[in-house]
């Protein structure tokens, strides 16, 4: 069968609560993000496409075509305004949820892989994990503001630590590292 089946339960009982299905989506999806309202959940599929949902609604609420290659990533800043995409086309998306388009396409190095996407606390900067470490400041330009090189391989994730006065990646290379963000 094609489409989304989106369930919503009860996490206490156990319980389907309701069952939304959108037939306009017909490939696996790859990953997927809360929205720190917890209104809305954020999924990315195989075919490019990232999907947002309407939990009160329950109904798909928005689409945000522009990638190529399967999404390998999505974030929500805290402030809930901006989505940070990633897919294997060597770029990531910032999109304002407000105004429900791209503001700023950020593009990375050649055959660069995306494994991980995080805002900081305040939305202003970007950490991106993937064969360096990056750290983003989020803003017309969209600076880099720092790449730490020190796994062996890639790194899978990365998080800011409280009151960004750190970043920590995990990597591919079984070790986990902190980086002062001072």
Same mark, same amino acid.
Do not use: M
């Given at each position: 069968?094609?489409?989304?089946?989106?369930?919503?339960?009860?996490?206490?009982?156990?319980?389907?609560?309701? *069952?939304?299905?959108?037939?306009?989506?017909?490939?696996?999806?790859?990953?997927?993000?809360?929205?720190? %309202?917890?209104?809305?959940?954020?999924?990315?599929?195989? %075919?490019?496409?990232? *999907?947002?949902?309407d939990? *009160?609604?329950?109904?798909?609420?928005?689409?945000?075509?522009?990638?190529?290659?399967?999404?390998?990533?999505?974030?929500?800043?805290?402030n809930?305004?901006?989505?940070?995409?990633?897919?294997?086309?060597?770029?990531?998306? !910032?999109?304002?949820?407000?105004?429900?388009? #791209?503001?700023?396409?950020?593009?990375? %190095?050649? *055959?660069?892989?995306?494994?991980?996407?995080?805002?900081?606390?305040?939305?202003?900067?970007?950490?991106?994990?993937?064969?360096?470490?990056?750290?983003?400041?989020?803003?017309?330009?969209?600076? !880099?503001?720092?790449?730490? %090189?020190?796994?062996?391989?890639?790194?899978?994730?990365?998080?800011?630590?409280?009151?960004?006065?750190?970043?920590?990646?995990?990597? #591919?290379d079984?070790?986990?590292?902190?980086?002062?963000?001072?």
């Amino acid at each position: 069968s094609s489409g989304i089946n989106a369930e919503y339960g009860d996490i206490g009982t156990g319980k389907l609560l309701c *069952k939304v299905a959108d037939q306009s989506v017909s490939h696996g999806l790859t990953c997927c993000q809360f929205h720190p %309202d917890g209104l809305i959940f954020g999924t990315g599929t195989s %075919d490019s496409l990232v *999907k947002i949902w309407d939990f *009160k609604e329950q109904k798909s609420a928005a689409n945000f075509p522009g990638h190529s290659g399967p999404i390998s990533a999505i974030a929500f800043s805290e402030n809930g305004y901006y989505l940070a995409t990633s897919a294997d086309d060597e770029v990531v998306k !910032l999109w304002d949820l407000r105004k429900l388009r #791209n503001f700023k396409t950020i593009s990375l %190095d050649d *055959k660069y892989t995306v494994r991980g996407l995080t805002f900081d606390n305040s939305g202003h900067y970007l950490a991106v994990a993937g064969p360096d470490v990056r750290v983003y400041q989020i803003s017309k330009q969209c600076d !880099l503001v720092v790449t730490w %090189d020190a796994h062996t391989q890639d790194s899978t994730d990365v998080r800011f630590g409280p009151d960004v006065n750190y970043v920590a990646s995990v990597s #591919n290379d079984r070790t986990l590292k902190f980086y002062s963000a001072n």
